[in-house]
Structure formats: C-alpha cells, structure tokens
T-cell receptor, first 109, second 113 residues
Framework: GQQVMQIPQYQHVQEGEDFTTYCNSS?????IQWYKQRPGGHPVFLIQ?????EVKKQKRLTFQFGEAKKNSSLHITATQTTDVGTYFC?????????FGGGTRVLVKP | DAEITQSPRHKITETGRQVTLACHQT?????MFWYRQDLGHGLRLIHY???????NKGEVSDGYSVSRSNTEDLPLTLESAASSQTSVYFC????????????FGNGTRLTVT
C-alpha cells in the first residue's frame, strides 16, 4: 500500500533559524496536504498543493510540491516559539489521505 | 459555527470490555474518518465512511468497528479492548474524499488496563 515518509522525525531549532522538513511518497499523489498539531491539540489544516512544482507561502512558511508529485517540503524561516508542534504531511493517492509520521519541532529560545 | 465533537475526552477501561467512542459533526460532511495516533506512527486510518450506511476499513481496522446511521455521527467501537489499543483517537470529517481538508475533533485519550 501507499507509504508516506517524513524526515526528520525530530527537529531542534534555535529561535531565529530556518529549517526544512521533507515528505516522500511511494506513489504519485494527486494532492498533498500539510497539518500542524500543537502539543496536546489536534491536527489543523495548513495548506494543500495540487500542481506539479507548485510553491505556496504562508508568512514564514513555504510549501513545495515536487515535479514528480511524489515529494513535498515545508520550509520555515526565522523560527519562532509559536512554531512549536508536530507538522504532518498527508498524501492523496486514491481518494483518501495517508499521513506521514510527522516532524516534531522543538524551539530553543 | 460548525464543529466536530468527540466524547469522552479521556477514558480508562479494562482489557476485554467493549468501548464506544462518539464523534458528532455539524459540518454536514458526507465523509468521516477515525484515526489513531501513537508515538512514532503518526496518524493511522482505522475506518472511514463516505455517507450514510457506508463504512470502509482502513489500514489498522482489526478489533474496531463503525456504523453510520446518519450524516452527523460515526461512533467507533472496540469490540474487546486490548492494551495495544491504548492510544489517542481522532475523528475527522471532510467535504471531499481525498482532495479536501480534514476537520479534526479534539481527540479521545483511551487507556486500556
């Protein structure tokens, strides 16, 4: 079945630094979604990418969908303490989403 | 405002007991999903439904069942709770089947002793 892998599993970031988390699918995706889950909370939808090579920005967050539609990345610039949480990608390859294992982000002030 | 509500928020039960977790949404979404979240495994799909009377197995469905008698509710039943089913359970709903954002409930933390 479809597998979605995320790396790294953990990311320790100094406040103010940039980092990137990566998502890779074993199959071609029709779309990919990103979610953020704050500690103790539930996943909250951030964005959806549909087109090959698509890039979308939300303030300090930049999301990219690979040309082959099998991978995606989330880049955060100038990390803030409000960025703490776990970021999940979720790929659609058959009318239902498969989630990656998530990247848990810890910010050092 | 539309919302999705899970109950209870916390549940402790004994091995072998039947447990039902409730999920109620007021989005009027046809599509509803149950996920479990465990450290190191992310969110894994248990069961899902694309409409009333429709239910489907996800990747980790053994030991779980769902029923969909109306649009608003998708209760999840653990037939005979096992310690391996200790987890956080999230219910979600969406407009589309895989191309729409999921709206998640606040989760139910289940402990099986």
């Amino acid at each position: 079945g479809q597998q979605v892998m995320q790396i790294p599993q953990y990311q320790h970031v100094q406040e103010g630094e940039d980092f990137t988390t990566y998502c890779n699918s074993s199959t071609t995706l029709s779309n990919i979604q990103w979610y953020k889950q704050r500690p103790g909370g539930h996943p909250v939808f951030l964005i959806q990418l549909v087109k090959s090579g698509e890039v979308k920005k939300q303030k300090r967050l930049t999301f990219q969908f690979g040309e082959a539609k099998k991978n995606s990345s989330l880049h955060i610039t100038a990390t803030q303490t409000t960025d703490v949480g776990t970021y999940f990608c979720a790929g659609d390859a058959g009318n239902k989403l498969t989630f990656g294992g998530g990247t848990r982000v810890l910010v050092k002030p | 405002d539309a919302e999705i509500t899970q109950s209870p928020r916390h549940k402790i039960t004994e091995t072998g007991r039947q447990v039902t977790l409730a999920c109620h949404q007021t989005w009027n979404h046809n599509n509803m999903f149950w996920y479990r979240q465990d450290l190191g495994h992310g969110l894994r799909l248990i069961h899902y439904s694309y409409g009333v009377q429709d239910t489907n197995k996800g990747e980790v469905s053994d030991g779980y069942s769902v029923s969909r008698s109306n649009t608003e509710d998708l209760p999840l039943t653990l037939e005979s709770a096992a310690s391996s089913q200790t987890s956080v359970y999230f219910c979600a709903s969406s407009v589309g089947q895989g191309d729409s954002p999921l709206h998640f409930g606040n989760g139910t933390r289940l402990t099986v002793t």
